[in-house]
């Protein structure tokens, strides 16, 4: 059965087609520059890269364009497009109504275009491609797979604020939580590792957006991101948790409008905010090697942020089984795994740091020190294997 996996941005359409019998990618691509100039990159396994320039005056126009790669004579890995079963959607949020995968129909769609105003970045460009791969594949299942469901069971004291309840009833703002894919993905592989389905696990998915999810016996019971993906350990350009108060201070003594103060927040604080060089953790690390002392900084406010979650979740849940790294930080940065486990092996949590500075790219592995009571591990994240697991699972 092969399902084909969708994630549409504003002006770009990401793509995976598995053979859910194999487990195998058959080829995978990016439309970029969606409504601008168009390039398409479509790879397939032991194969050379296609790349393109092609006139992609919409998502509609895109998703053609993937269809006719992947069933083209010589680019091709499929004889017709009728040998695609479903097509999983990936949403960043479902909001309170859409708590697991589901298949979109009108009913669902139409709930998704209501709560925009609670998604406005992602929202509207994966319901574009939504709609496209619809119009393009009328006869087929399509399957939403939403970050924010592996929430969707917390308790309430994990999820509401305490502002007025009132604010909650009528405008939905509580905690949602992002990246539950990932986590979900990256939790059950820790807990196949542990042979314990009952584990306490703590994942940390690391990159330019960054979250910390605690699970138990599989389901997540606390997450670092909240109402928005703004929330939680500082990012690329994303400020995390601060005083609220800053907020309304910034606007006063800035005289800033409440967007140029969210634009302040979103796109220009983090590593970009204290370090002044960049959002990418590659040149800040650069930076901090050669003495730059705010490019220091900004690494040991993301550590020291990253420690104060994890210690927490730890209380949460009265212990931890294992720690888990994923995502382009997580996978790829040995000094940040090293500096996060530091000094906490009284939580019974150490790493073999000459391990993990060798230890290969891209491969699960385990960098616990020998004798450790929690298990430390590194674990590349597939959410699109998990989007076409769960379209799998919905509609064969």
């Not at 299942?141 to 309430?156: A, C, L, P, Q, R």
């Not at 790294?325 to 092996?345: H, L, P, S, W, Y």
Request: with cysteine; aromatic share 6%; glycine share 10%.
């Amino acid at each position: 059965m092969k399902i084909l996996v969708v994630n549409a941005g504003s002006s770009s359409l990401k793509y995976q087609l598995f053979d859910m019998d194999t487990n195998e990618v058959l080829a995978k691509g990016l439309c970029e520059r969606i409504g601008i100039d168009g390039i398409v990159t479509h790879k397939r396994p032991g194969k050379d890269d296609y790349k393109s320039n092609v006139d992609f005056p919409n998502h509609k126009a895109a998703i053609e364009c993937v269809l006719a790669l992947l069933t083209d004579k010589e680019k091709g890995v499929i004889g017709s497009v009728d040998e695609i079963a479903a097509v999983g959607h990936r949403f960043a949020h479902g909001g309170e109504k859409l708590k697991k995968s589901s298949i979109l129909g009108d009913q669902e769609l139409e709930y998704l275009e209501s709560i925009v105003g609670l998604n406005p970045l992602h929202g509207p460009p994966a319901i574009s491609g939504l709609k496209a791969c619809k119009e393009v594949m009328p006869s087929i299942n399509h399957v939403g797979v939403f970050d924010t469901s592996y929430y969707s069971e917390m308790k309430e004291e994990a999820y509401i604020y305490p502002i007025p309840y009132e604010l909650y009833e009528k405008h939905k703002i509580r905690r949602y939580g992002f990246h539950g894919t990932s986590h979900r993905y990256v939790a059950a592989k820790a807990a196949e590792m542990l042979g314990k389905a009952d584990a306490k696990i703590i994942t940390c998915h690391l990159g330019n957006g960054s979250s910390i999810t605690a699970t138990v016996n599989g389901k997540a019971v606390d997450t670092s991101m909240g109402f928005t993906p703004q929330d939680g350990v500082p990012m690329g350009t994303r400020s995390g948790a601060i005083d609220p108060t800053v907020v309304t201070f910034i606007q006063k003594a800035e005289g800033i409008s409440a967007d140029e103060a969210d634009k302040l927040l979103n796109k220009e604080s983090g590593l970009l905010g204290v370090s002044g060089i960049s959002s990418d953790c590659r040149d800040i690390c650069d930076a901090a090697e050669k003495g730059n002392h705010r490019a220091q900084l900004a690494l040991k406010i993301l550590v020291h942020n990253i420690k104060k979650i994890v210690g927490s979740y730890i209380a949460e849940m009265n212990g931890v089984d294992a720690i888990v790294f994923t995502a382009g930080i997580g996978e790829n940065d040995r000094q940040i795994r090293e500096d996060v486990c530091k000094n906490m092996a009284w939580l019974g949590i150490e790493i073999d740091e000459a391990f993990n500075k060798s230890c290969p790219r891209g491969e699960t592995v385990d960098i616990s020190a020998k004798g450790a009571k929690v298990k430390t591990f590194v674990i590349p994240t597939n959410e699109e294997y998990m989007i076409a697991l769960d379209t799998l699972n919905l509609t064969k």
